[in-house]
């Protein structure tokens, strides 16, 4: 299983779902919005031994019909991943432990975010990618704490699942977590074998490490 997947498949529901939202408004023109890239320092990913594979833009344009008109939508988010290459014995060396940061734009309208992922809870975002992508099953919440990110208090959910690497499954903990910042809606999603359950504090520091807007 790869981050990049499943993060892509929660940013295409996300912005599908916002489509439906913003039906209200008319005009001729597409209506575009854009998020701002994120990620988490630099210098905090390298010590925890983690590699980005660098920022993408994941567009989604949508053509709406309402009111016997059609509006076009296009919609941008902005996906960083990493990958941290472990250890776990009989699977030898592989790329098992990964980190992303997910920005989309909250499409704000009369001061009013109306991406659906503002009222999403990390239930309600984990069982998206479960729902949606087979490399991800039987995810169970563990735990969860409060950590600091992009200077809010923001709530950090611990589940239990199972995940597939080459073919193999593999029993593994994954953290999710969400907050506003600016005018963009930043997640957070890392992913580590159970069997490396010390990871948990790395992928801790990533979330608190996050930037927004970044330099991607």
């Not at 309600?124 to 087979?134: A, E, G, K, P, S």
């Not at 997640?187 to 359950?197: E, F, K, R, S, T």
Request: hydrophobic share 35%; charged share 20%; with cysteine.
């Amino acid at each position: 299983m790869t981050s990049r997947r499943v993060v892509a498949v929660l940013a295409l529901a996300a912005l599908v779902l916002t489509s439906g939202c913003i039906g209200f408004l008319t005009g001729e023109e597409t209506l575009t919005f854009e998020s701002e890239p994120a990620t988490t320092d630099a210098t905090v990913a390298e010590n925890a031994g983690y590699e980005t594979n660098g920022t993408e833009t994941f567009a989604v344009n949508r053509t709406l019909s309402f009111g016997g008109q059609e509006r076009q939508i296009a919609a941008s988010n902005h996906i960083t991943t990493y990958e941290k290459t472990l250890d776990l014995g009989f699977f030898g060396e592989a790329k098992l432990g990964s980190f992303s940061v997910i920005s989309t734009p909250a499409v704000e309208v009369a001061g009013q975010p109306r991406n659906p992922i503002g009222d999403y809870s990390n239930d309600d975002l984990i069982r998206l990618v479960d729902n949606q992508y087979q490399g991800l099953s039987d995810v169970e919440p563990v735990s969860s704490r409060n950590v600091q990110m992009l200077g809010q208090t923001t709530n950090v959910t611990k589940y239990s699942a199972t995940a597939r690497f080459g073919g193999q499954e593999v029993d593994v903990y994954v953290h999710v977590t969400k907050v506003q910042h600016n005018e963009d809606f930043v997640i957070a999603i890392g992913l580590y074998p159970q069997q490396l359950d010390g990871e948990e504090e790395n992928v801790l520091e990533l979330i608190r490490s996050v930037e927004h807007p970044s330099e991607a």
